[in-house]
């Protein structure tokens, strides 16, 4: 359960910096800005579920739907991203969902037993 979280923390992470390391941050600032605010949200609230695992169900939806909204905004935010913020975007955010309902449901499964 523990690596779920610090996954999520990385993704995050990865998230609020991407747009320096794919190098969109200067054509497209406002895509950069909106990364930045949402992974630096996304590895809180991870760290924030690893520290209280048993009170983290509500926030496994909220990390689903900021990765929810790392795949859209690319097309929401900015109307032409460019092939590499697009990816990262949709990557990153697939993993932070992946992540999200992996702990949701080990979370349901501890529960149960």
Sequence with gaps: MAAVE???????????VSAWTVHFSAARPELAISNLIVGLSIAALGLCMSMAPERSQDLNFVVLLLGVWLIVSPWVVSRDAGTGAI?????????VCLFALTAGGLLMTKRRT
């Design 6 to 16: 610090e996954l999520t923390i990385l993704a995050g992470l990865y998230a609020a």
């Design 87 to 95: 990816l990262s975007n949709v990557i990153t955010g697939a993993c």
